[in-house]
């Protein structure tokens, strides 16, 4: 099944517990709207993950320890286990080893050509590979008794490739600057598809709310930002449905994210790791957002731009009382 298919059926399976007045979809328009939501996500073909979203990607993983061979971020990540990792959850699927990651995509002449997402590697035979954030930087996981880190790109790279194009390639539409959820908000609103609101998903909340004891009305807050109550939405970096968990995360998690009954309990379980892991909801939330590793990392919340906002605007809803 395609990716737009798979969405198609979602929205089918959703459609049939909201209320009519809600979720009307005109049959007539249905090829129409999967034309546009091709535009708007990008074909499978092509995908719309750049190499910006690989940084942003990446970042999840600072703090997760390297493991030599390791290929599970909740056990630890070598140098290409970090590099397949992130690019596997954009969609991308890598060979395993640096040598032969090392030969994918299509050649960088210079790091002064380089852009961000671009993988730089190492020695030869190539033995170390990182991905580059740009001014000289790069994430990587060194050697033993280190974490994923950002590192100076240290010498000159034996080769440097670039996977992921610097712009979307899903194609021009008046829907192109917008991301994946914000797209599939547009197009929701376009095509008469309610993608509900936190009074559809509110008997979930609460049910999990209760079952794993976490502050009332904090699902609900999450759930409004990181997907805006879409359980369609798909995020650049490959995140999914409702609650916006990555494809290895729910992997981990057993859950479908696209389906907002599995997702909200994933979530659920999720966050109440972390704020018993941590010990707060703010702390809780930021390692939602950039992995617990991150806030190990810090001791604290990240000092990433997106992180921080994120843990304002939630704690903000969260207080202003979101209905859980």
Request: hydrophobic share 40%; net charge neutral; glycine share 12%.
């Amino acid at each position: 099944m395609s990716g737009i298919q798979a969405i198609m059926s979602r929205m089918a399976e959703i459609d049939a517990l909201l209320p009519s007045k809600t979720t009307q979809v005109d049959t007539t328009a249905g090829t129409d709207f999967a034309s546009a939501l091709t535009d708007a996500l990008g074909d499978a073909s092509t995908g719309t993950a750049t190499g910006a979203d690989a940084v942003t990607a990446a970042q999840k993983y600072i703090g997760v320890p390297y493991v030599w061979g390791g290929t599970n971020p909740a056990t630890g990540l070598d140098c290409s286990g970090l590099v397949q990792q992130v690019y596997g959850d954009l969609g991308v699927d890598l060979p395993r080893v640096s040598r032969d990651q090392a030969k994918v995509g299509t050649p960088v002449a210079s790091l002064e050509q380089a852009k961000p997402g671009d993988l730089v590697a190492f020695g030869s035979p190539v033995h170390h590979i990182g991905i580059y954030i740009g001014d000289g930087k790069m994430i990587h996981a060194p050697e033993a008794g280190q974490d994923v880190k950002v590192g100076k790109v240290y010498e000159t790279p034996t080769a440097i490739r670039r996977v992921l194009p610097e712009t979307s390639t899903g194609g021009t539409t008046a829907l192109s600057g917008l991301s994946g959820a914000d797209s599939l908000t547009a197009l929701t609103g376009k095509y008469g598809v309610s993608s509900g609101g936190s009074s559809v998903y509110s008997s979930l909340f609460a049910q999990a709310t209760q079952k794993y004891g976490l502050p009332s009305g904090l699902l609900s807050a999450v759930a409004k930002q990181e997907s805006n109550y879409n359980p369609n939405a798909v995020s650049g970096a490959g995140a999914q449905g409702l609650m916006q968990i990555m494809p290895a995360t729910a992997k981990g998690l057993g859950v479908d994210a696209m389906n907002p009954t599995q997702a909200v309990d994933g979530a659920a379980r999720l966050l109440k790791s972390h704020m018993e892991t941590f010990g707060s909801v703010p702390l809780a939330l930021a390692a939602y957002n950039a992995g617990p590793g991150a806030v190990r990392k810090y001791d604290g919340i990240p000092p990433y731009n997106e992180t921080q906002n994120y843990v304002k605007k939630i704690m903000a809803n969260l207080n202003a009382g979101v209905a859980a």
